[in-house]
């Protein structure tokens, strides 16, 4: 079954700095990837997410890339603020959305802390 | 529109003691979900509902756990006996559905029922 990697586990940049966060999957047929935003606390969010037919999504600071050769796809964030310190969760699902058998796969999470 | 409700928000109760969590998904949300989330852990699933039909409950552990949602809208989630390792955040999501060209894949969480057994 699919399988979903993530790194780093802990993540601290200066405010103002980028942070790159990196996911592996396994399962050449994954062709949706969301991330998740998890505040202390808090419920996860979704925040952006990419479907296979795209290399690249952005959305103001933040930014989704795939690869889908290297089956591994990244979460940019630039010019990083105090209020994005928070737990942030990747996900794939192996099958497509219109599946019956639709469900998604996580990673472990990175834990993003940024230094004022 | 109000978001996935879920009750109690927090729960300690001693080991061997039952428990049991509500979760109202978003109205016209199909498919909902049960996770277990530990401290520093992404989401667990327990258990996936499709309306009223429990699709994916591989991951339940059935001889302490059991949810139910009649109707296809609410859903609760039971721990009985609870064990310290129990001990957790709970949270149910909804999404509009599998199987429909409009779902966008997002999942909706709610806030958690947070269980501490001592």
């Known amino acids: 079954g699919e399988n979903v990697e993530q790194h780093p586990s802990t993540l601290s940049v200066q405010e103002g700095d980028s942070a790159v966060i990196k996911c592996t999957y396994s399962d050449s047929a994954s062709n949706y990837f969301p991330w998740y935003k998890q505040e202390l606390g808090k419920r996860p969010q979704l925040i952006i997410d990419i479907r296979s037919n795209v290399g690249e999504k952005k959305d103001q600071r933040i930014a989704v890339t795939l690869n889908k050769t290297a089956k591994h796809f990244s979460l940019h964030i630039t010019e990083t603020q105090p209020e994005d310190s928070a737990v942030y969760f990747c996900a794939a699902v192996p099958v497509s959305l219109i599946h019956s058998n639709y469900q998604l796969i996580w990673g472990a999470g990175t834990k993003l802390i940024i230094k004022p | 529109e109000a978001g996935v409700v879920q009750s109690p928000r927090y729960k300690i109760i001693e080991k061997k003691q039952p428990v049991a969590f509500w979760c109202n998904p978003i109205s016209g949300h199909n498919t909902l979900y049960w996770y277990l989330q530990n401290l520093g852990q992404g989401p667990e699933l327990l258990i996936r509902?499709?309306?009223?039909?429990?699709?994916?409950d591989s991951q339940l552990p059935k001889d302490r756990f059991s949810a139910e949602r009649l109707k296809g809208v609410d859903s609760t989630l039971k721990i009985q006996p609870a064990e310290l390792g129990d001990s957790a955040v709970y949270l149910c999501a909804s999404s509009l559905g599998s199987g429909l060209a409009a779902n966008t894949g997002e999942l909706f969480f709610g806030e958690g029922s947070r269980l501490t057994v001592l």
């Open positions: 509902y499709e309306n009223e039909e429990a699709v994916d």
